[in-house]
């Protein structure tokens, strides 16, 4: 069939998505609200977490603005397409608009997710459907503006005359040019990352660390005064951010994929139409799940009663539903479009969909109390707090072993898949490139179902506190309790598929950046621009274009044999680290003042023994203007540190700055976020009152927040944070190519 008559596949999917995202708004507007109380309650959350993105984007605006800037100066000079200042802001727009719809979602659910609970014959299953498909607001908008922003921009670039050229030479500059808004995307992402994890874990410690072991308060008691705080924050960082983040994975990896198709057909001199196959074949295996994952959304239901495992059987019914359609459905999309190796291809979807299935289970396992490493971490909790936290350093780092296997099985099996063997002769490594990248869109095929799981959780985080600030009683919090502790699983596994979903996404960008760098070589060799170290490897556009990965590689000289190569490694490591110490120490900075605001309210005896009202909106300033403040600079690293890189050392450098930053960001991230989902639900698993605990407001119950605490930003806002550095580092790179070559020093 033609390709691209196949292709408006991808923006009817991208309507039928965003029409379902707007019945699943409306409908849950229509929900009743509950007491005057509760409202209130919804109404301080909702103005909070609104006032916050407001300011957040005020910053965010300025730097697009000098950052779009400077690409036209770069543009102007040869140095990049001028298309590129465009696309990077369009991106950068669609990822903040669907955290912020996500995110608005959430304010406006949480309240009716707590009513819905109060119904004592079917409270759970109106609870859990009504919190889940407000998280697939979140879900589905994220899919459908990525698939609108990518078919809106190919069907400009094609039809318009603004790439010259013709043949697979335009395709593969076309797309080339459109995973440059992907660079967009991710500084957002890392904006909404990162300032929503310093704003909602410094209102959580400082709530958790005064209200639950000094004055010994229950979770979201009222008479708290940075309870509030940390519930905008939940949505602002666990909402709003997570969008943001996989908004940016999600166009990536359909993005790297058809840059890289392209590719391949040009390597192996193939003609326009078998190029156009390999171009339409990620954008519509990713329309094609946006529209299978609502199917999804609608079989998500459970009973009154139901336990964890129970709960969690329910999301997966969805989630495997959707996932065995895709799978069928890839294989009639790939047999469709002609593509020759189309049973090749279908194997590394297959096996993308399999590894991130596996990642979340092994997160499930590592971050569930139904399992025994979260027991582990409580049983620790008997002897202290600092037995708590070396338990749930130890199970972290454990839990590293599993994800990293599977992600190298993974590609080394998609890559098999797709090349044949394992041989990397030019053409097998364009083409096992290639099925790596859609190996990465198999797994983000599902992503308006998996964002719906993770979206859940905030929601069902703050119905609890919607119901214990408004007095609800206990049949009520339990409900919410059991929603808000699946809700940290899911969480947790919703952390570990996106970083597993990055990784596969960072090693197609990092092929991708390789395309970028033949096409600015020749832009730059055309242009006569002799200024870069390479200038004797440089030819014109024609002879680049003909250049294969391996002979491009050896040409500039990429090889652990170059100390480059080797320096740049020990950059990109290090720069992991640094990372997530200064967004720690930024949270801990926060954190010191909530927690000084905190105490200083509840000195008042009428604030501590509920007479007067503590005053939220002091604990919602601290955390906004710490967030705002501390985001800066880590974000700056983020894309300062690519660019000098790549002037100093060169592509070899910066090759090497993307390997050592993917591999050690991975295991960094994955480590993290399993430790401080584990540590959570350590907290959660002796709050419930086993027999070999005591329950609530005891030592051990002391010790479990503390480790609870320490991990409130290793999962929420560092561990996360990575792998869009990792992503953004590799965007960049791959803007700023021309850059690299035409001023590289070394």
């Given amino acids: 069939m033609n390709p691209e008559i196949l292709f408006w596949i991808v923006p009817t999917a991208s309507v039928v998505a965003l029409l379902f995202a707007a019945v699943f708004f409306f409908n849950m507007k229509k929900a009743p609200e509950g007491t005057d109380r509760m409202r209130e309650i919804a109404g301080y959350v909702r103005e909070g977490a609104m006032a ?84 697939a607001v979140l879900g589905l908008t994220v899919v459908g503006f990525g698939l609108l922003d990518i078919s809106a921009w190919y069907l400009i670039l094609d039809n318009t005359g603004l790439v010259q050229g013709e043949g697979i030479n335009k395709l593969v500059e076309i797309t080339t040019i459109m995973l440059t808004f992907g660079m967009g995307a991710s500084l957002q992402a890392l904006f909404a990352r990162v300032g929503g994890g310093i704003y909602t874990k410094a209102a959580d410690v400082g709530a958790d660390l005064v209200g639950k072991t000094e004055f010994h308060f229950n979770e979201d008691d009222p008479r708290n005064p940075a309870t509030i705080a940390d519930n905008v924050g939940d949505n602002v960082g666990d909402v709003a951010g997570m969008g943001a983040d996989l908004y940016e994975s999600y166009a990536g990896s359909i993005l790297a994929s058809a840059a890289l198709g392209a590719a391949a057909v040009a390597a192996a001199r193939g003609t326009y139409e078998q190029g156009l196959q390999m171009v339409m074949a990620p954008m519509i295996i990713g329309a094609v799940g946006a529209i299978l994952s609502v199917l999804g959304i609608f079989i998500v239901r459970t009973k009154q009663g139901a336990t964890q495992s129970q709960l969690m059987a329910a999301l997966n019914r969805g989630i495997n539903f959707s996932g065995i359609l895709i799978a069928l459905a890839s294989a009639g999309v790939l047999y469709l479009l002609g593509i020759e190796n189309w049973l090749g291809l279908w194997g ?157 996404t960072a090693l197609a960008l990092l092929a ?61 490591a290090m720069l992991s680290f640094l990372f997530c110490g200064l967004t720690m120490n930024a949270v801990g900075r926060a954190a010191k003042s909530m927690v000084e605001e905190v105490r200083s309210q509840l000195s008042d005896q009428d604030v501590l023994e509920g007479r007067k009202k503590a005053d939220y909106a002091r604990c919602v300033g601290i955390s906004t203007q710490g967030a705002q403040r501390e985001m800066i600079i880590p974000s700056l690293i983020a894309v300062v540190v690519p660019i000098l890189t790549g002037l100093v050392m ?38 419930t009152g086993h027999a070999e605990f005591c329950g609530k407001h005891t030592p051990i119950h002391d010790a479990s927040v503390v480790g609870d605490t320490v991990g409130d930003p290793f999962k929420d806002t560092s561990g996360p944070s990575l792998n869009i550095l990792i992503k953004l580092m590799s965007m960049v790179s791959i803007v700023t190519a021309g850059l690299n070559i035409a001023f590289s020093l070394l």
Avoid at 366 to 372: D, G, I, L, N, Q
Avoid at 656 to 684: E, T
């Fill in 348 to 504: 590394s979807i297959v096996i993308g969909l399999l590894v991130g299935i596996l990642i979340g289970k092994v997160t499930e396992y590592y971050t569930s109390f139904e399992f025994k490493p979260v027991k582990f971490i409580a049983e620790n909790a008997t002897t202290g707090p600092a037995t708590v936290i070396i338990s749930g350093i130890g199970v972290g780092m454990i839990s590293t072993c599993w994800p990293v296997i599977f992600i190298v099985a993974g590609t080394i099996g998609a890559y098999l898949c797709a090349a044949g063997d394992l041989a990397f002769s030019s053409q097998n490594l364009s083409m096992g490139l290639y099925g790596i990248g859609i190996a990465a869109v198999g797994m983000l095929s599902t992503l308006g179902l998996t964002l719906a799981t993770d979206a859940y959780g905030p929601i069902s985080d703050n119905a609890g506190g919607n119901a214990e600030m408004s007095g609800l009683g206990e049949s009520v919090r339990s409900r919410t309790d059991a929603l808000d502790a699946l809700g940290n699983t899911t969480a947790a596994t919703g952390k570990g598929f996106a970083i597993g979903s990055a990784a596969l």
């Fill in 650 to 687: 060169g592509v070899a450098g910066v090759f090497g700055l993307l390997a050592g930053g993917l591999a050690g960001g991975f295991v960094l991230a994955v480590f993290m976020a399993n430790s401080g989902g584990a540590w959570d639900n350590a907290k959660k698993f002796i709050e």
């Fill in 512 to 572: 991708s950046y390789i395309e970028e760098l033949k096409i600015a070589a020749g832009r730059l060799g055309d242009a006569d621009i002799t200024l870069s170290a390479f200038s004797g490897a440089i030819g014109k556009g024609y002879e680049v274009a003909s250049w294969g990965i391996a002979e491009f590689m050896s040409k500039f000289e990429v090889t652990l044999m170059n100390p480059k190569v080797l320096l740049g490694i020990f950059i990109g």
């Fill in 52 to 135: 916050y993105l407001k300011q957040q984007y005020k910053i965010v605006a300025l730097f697009f603005v000098i950052i779009a800037v400077i690409f036209g100066v770069m543009a102007y000079f040869g140095l990049q397409n001028n298309i590129v200042p465009v696309a990077f802001l369009t991106g950068g727009i669609f990822s903040g608009l669907a955290g912020f719809i996500g995110m608005k979602t959430a304010t406006y659910a949480s309240g009716r997710v707590a009513e819905a609970c109060r119904d004592e014959q079917d409270g759970l299953n109106r609870g859990l459907k009504l919190a889940f498909r407000s998280g």
